[in-house]
């Protein structure tokens, strides 16, 4: 019987190179925005001024000022499951490679965002290791969505699976990655909230 979290690691290993460019890419553009930030650091409040329509702050507090790290990590893990099925796994099954590009986009932004400058600078440093254990999800499905883009988009010459068998097989890759996405999601939304609803406090 297939074991979902063991073919995620063998599709890892066998695209070695490739998911180690998407990890360079991202966090690549991640340090990059940051670190213009840090320069101009009036760029973070007029991204944080741009999104503001688009991401509902005032929802996130009112979770977080719940005090309940168990109703604050499911809300959390809900956010950002679906940015992963969404907005980067299934675009990517009819746009190709849509999924990689948006991780990227979601990358440089939030190495504005999360730029440590003002007042509560120092509030973003337990918030890295909330960085780390989300972003790799995000990474993953964007490797998820590079193996559907070639899958089904970019057959190797003399392919002879119908176009239905190749999103059959890319459907069945990204699936078998999602074993790894989930769990690297929730915990992160169990530290995230952890961290905010505990931790933030000692850095502000």
Same mark, same amino acid.
Do not use: C, W
């Given at each position: 019987?297939?074991?979902?979290?063991?073919? #995620?690691l063998r599709?890892?290993?066998r695209?070695?190179?490739e998911?180690?460019?998407v990890? #360079?890419?991202?966090?690549?553009?991640?340090?990059a925005t $940051?670190t213009?930030?840090?320069l101009n650091p009036?760029m973070q409040a007029?991204?944080l001024d741009?999104?503001?329509g688009?991401v509902?702050?005032?929802?996130?507090a009112h979770v977080?000022?719940s005090?309940?790290?168990?109703?604050?990590?499911?809300?959390?893990?809900?956010?950002n499951l679906?940015?992963a099925?969404?907005?980067i796994t299934?675009?990517s099954?009819?746009?190709?490679?849509?999924?990689?590009?948006?991780? $990227?986009?979601?990358? =440089?932004?939030?190495?504005?965002?999360?730029?440590p400058?003002?007042?509560?600078a120092?509030a973003?440093?337990p918030?890295?290791? +909330?960085?780390?254990?989300?972003f790799?999800?995000?990474?993953?499905? #964007?490797?998820?969505?590079?193996?559907a883009?070639?899958t089904i988009?970019l057959p190797v010459?003399?392919? @002879?699976r119908?176009?239905? @068998?190749r999103y +059959?097989? #890319?459907a069945?890759?990204?699936?078998?990655?999602? =074993?790894?996405v989930?769990?690297?999601?929730?915990s992160?939304?169990?530290y995230?909230?952890?961290e905010?609803?505990y931790?933030v406090?000692?850095?502000?």
């Amino acid at each position: 019987m297939s074991n979902p979290l063991r073919d #995620a690691l063998r599709f890892i290993r066998r695209h070695r190179a490739e998911f180690v460019a998407v990890n #360079a890419a991202f966090f690549g553009l991640f340090t990059a925005t $940051m670190t213009v930030t840090l320069l101009n650091p009036e760029m973070q409040a007029a991204v944080l001024d741009a999104i503001s329509g688009i991401v509902r702050t005032d929802l996130a507090a009112h979770v977080y000022l719940s005090g309940n790290v168990v109703y604050a990590a499911s809300a959390t893990l809900a956010v950002n499951l679906g940015i992963a099925v969404l907005l980067i796994t299934i675009p990517s099954l009819f746009i190709p490679f849509f999924g990689v590009v948006f991780a $990227m986009v979601f990358a =440089a932004t939030y190495g504005v965002t999360l730029a440590p400058v003002g007042p509560y600078a120092a509030a973003v440093i337990p918030h890295f290791v +909330t960085v780390l254990i989300e972003f790799q999800a995000y990474i993953v499905a #964007a490797f998820g969505a590079y193996l559907a883009g070639r899958t089904i988009f970019l057959p190797v010459a003399g392919e @002879k699976r119908s176009v239905g @068998k190749r999103y +059959t097989a #890319a459907a069945a890759h990204v699936l078998a990655l999602y =074993a790894l996405v989930i769990p690297l999601l929730l915990s992160g939304a169990v530290y995230e909230d952890f961290e905010i609803i505990y931790l933030v406090r000692y850095f502000i």
